[in-house]
């Protein structure tokens, strides 16, 4: 764990103390031993865990400590990025973790219960029904998804929970340019703007990593997002 502290300090410029990297270890201990039994993730080996799951989850403050935040939502949070991990680093932060399937949600809320983490909800949930629903739409100053869809598609599930004046995270390997520049209609249409592509250099991962951050300038149309399945059969 002290050489994550060192990456998070050097990358990220920010230092972990010793509660919370106490908690980042019991989140692995938990991971493996749910993962024997659910297959939750890939990644196996504790230094991949840190590195490609905390460490790269804990990218997104790069952006996120940019300006004052208080409500963040994680779509398709999985087995929990990069949702938990910026709530651990992050503890004034109210998070939403949406993941539609059962084990993975399940697994978030023994995770949330076991570290005592407060002001953490999980939703099981597809994203599309959420975006509908008042409780969550425009309601949030960050929405982020790692590995969930391709950009075109993304974007309508994630710009309708971005309040006006927030804005958007989609982790992305090196197909990030690409993707962003095809979403483009889809970003405009949807009430957002892109904002950059940030480039991610994890230690000892030779995948590229891009953060692409896009704004929420306009109010999203009220058909948007279209009903579970449908973005994703017919992308904007």
């Not at 590995?147 to 974007?155: D, F, G, K």
């Not at 979403?183 to 950059?196: F, K, M, N, V, Y």
Request: with cysteine; aromatic share 6%.
């Amino acid at each position: 764990m002290n050489e994550l502290a060192r990456s998070v300090k050097d990358l990220i410029g920010i230092s972990l103390s010793s509660g919370q990297l106490n908690s980042l270890l019991q989140f692995e201990a938990e991971l493996l031993d749910w993962n024997t039994r659910f297959n939750l993730t890939a990644i196996q080996e504790p230094e991949k865990i840190r590195s490609k799951h905390f460490l790269d989850s804990l990218t997104c403050l790069t952006v996120i400590k940019e300006k004052p935040i208080e409500r963040l939502i994680d779509i398709g949070t999985g087995a929990g990025f990069p949702g938990i991990p910026l709530k651990i680093a992050c503890p004034q932060l109210h998070v939403t973790l949406v993941e539609s399937v059962g084990k993975k949600a399940n697994f978030c809320r023994h995770i949330v219960k076991s570290l005592g983490l407060d002001g953490v909800e999980v939703v099981q949930e597809r994203a599309e029904t959420l975006g509908q629903m008042p409780h969550y739409r425009e309601k949030f100053d960050w929405v982020v998804a790692r590995a969930v869809a391709a950009l075109p598609i993304l974007v309508e599930y994630l710009l309708p929970l971005a309040r006006i004046g927030g804005s958007a995270i989609a982790m992305k390997g090196e197909s990030g340019p690409a993707e962003a520049h095809a979403a483009d209609r889809a970003t405009h249409l949807l009430g957002g703007r892109l904002r950059r592509l940030t480039p991610i250099i994890l230690p000892g991962v030779v995948d590229e990593r891009y953060l692409v951050v896009i704004d929420k300038v306009a109010a999203t149309p009220l058909r948007y997002p279209r009903r579970v399945g449908i973005p994703a059969k017919k992308p904007i």
